[in-house]
């Protein structure tokens, strides 16, 4: 048996409802449910049991101190041609968040997972675009550009199994690890 996992901060519920105002309504623009809105810390794909339980023990002795993380900023993946991802940032390069995904992929790599050797942009996905021009959302970013969500505290981070449905992922918590 497998699971689908990864491993991300959540954020406070005035934080997801203030994100979810911001819908633009645009057709093909698909808003991340709130409950599902987080900054993923690192994604692990489908993995074996056996590799689940080492993780979750390697996650569990990670040490960190709770930090505030800015949440401002907009833009999409790709940042050119027609946009597949609508993101809010996190803070320019913040040494903690920085910090704790180095952990984490490090968990990972003693849990016997491959890591992800691509650059770590940290942000948060709160759309999803299908078929979506480049210029239909132009006038949303640019009256967004400066978009300031405020801080959020990090005290905890989550390892969360997601399961694949015609209606969206179903998010489930497995593990939760807090700031000593």
Request: proline share 9%; charged share 20%; with cysteine.
């Amino acid at each position: 048996m497998t699971k689908r996992v990864f491993v991300a901060i959540d954020l406070p519920e005035p934080t997801r409802h203030l994100l979810a105002d911001h819908d633009p309504k645009i057709r093909g623009v698909r808003w991340t449910e709130t409950a599902q809105m987080h900054l993923t810390l690192g994604f692990f794909g489908d993995v074996p049991e056996a590799v689940d339980l080492v993780l979750r023990e390697k996650l569990s002795g990670i040490e960190f101190g709770a930090f505030f993380l800015p949440i401002a900023g907009i833009g999409t993946f790709p940042p050119k041609g027609p946009p597949k991802i609508i993101w809010i940032g996190v803070g320019q390069a913040h040494p903690h968040l920085f910090q704790i995904h180095k952990r984490v992929q490090e968990a990972a790599l003693a849990a016997g997972l491959e890591p992800d050797l691509r650059p770590w942009h940290p942000h948060i996905t709160i759309a999803r675009c299908r078929d979506v021009s480049a210029q239909s959302l132009r006038k949303f970013l640019q009256s967004n550009a400066e978009l300031d969500a405020g801080m959020i505290r990090v005290d905890t981070f989550h390892l969360y199994s997601s399961k694949l449905t015609p209606a969206g992922p179903i998010h489930t918590r497995e593990l939760s690890v807090p700031a000593k």
